[in-house]
């Protein structure tokens, strides 16, 4: 298994500040990856999420991300918010739906998330792509890892920027924040087959 934190931990010897495009899922999952990360990137946020079901869980998840956003006060952070597309989606995750949180139906939602991020930051010339995912108790930072491995040699030219958000404290601070903060914090991943 690899040390993802030891990976991201080279940040520390950037020169300059890359432009780094990160994906966010929800607003609680950004609170410690954004605090951490704006001080070596200069960031966009990509909500790309069109697994979320129903759409106004995808309004209360954006919200809470907006919510950070503004408590953050930092204006140099950039949100693009994706075009709401649920049925693409479901269409692609529907041979899965059986199958328990965690398995084939997760690793595809990954994967074409991260995939359309990446999509993005080729597009608009960013130094850095990455996910916030990996600070999930819930969420296997190594398929995520090997995911962004993989989009990194798709979309040359834009580096994938390795992590496990969780690891170093990075879950206890993002628990405690999102605690002071008191932003919504949602119940299930996403898809209407996770509700389950």
Not at 102 to 110: E, V
Not at 147 to 165: N, R, T
Not at 173 to 178: A, P, S
């Amino acid at each position: 298994m690899n040390n993802y934190q030891k990976h991201l931990k080279q940040i520390n010897e950037l020169k300059g500040r890359p432009k780094l495009l990160i994906h966010i899922c929800c607003g609680v999952c950004g609170v410690y990856p954004l605090l951490y990360l704006r001080k070596y990137f200069d960031i966009t946020i990509y909500f790309t999420n069109s697994n979320i079901y129903p759409y106004t869980e995808f309004l209360k998840r954006l919200e809470a991300l907006e919510e950070y956003l503004e408590y953050l006060n930092d204006s140099s952070i950039k949100l693009v918010v994706a075009p709401y597309d649920y049925e693409k989606y479901k269409e692609k995750l529907h041979i899965y739906k059986d199958e328990p949180e965690g398995r084939n139906r997760c690793k595809l939602c990954y994967t074409l998330r991260m995939d359309e991020s990446f999509a993005y930051a080729s597009k608009y010339r960013f130094d850095y792509c990455t996910t916030v995912m990996s600070i999930s108790n819930r969420k296997n930072a190594e398929y995520i890892n090997e995911i962004g491995e993989v989009l990194e040699k798709k979309y040359p030219g834009v580096k994938y920027l390795y992590a496990d958000f969780k690891k170093g404290d990075g879950i206890t601070m993002n628990e405690k924040l999102n605690k002071e903060l008191k932003l919504y914090h949602q119940n299930y991943c996403g898809c209407e087959f996770s509700i389950r």
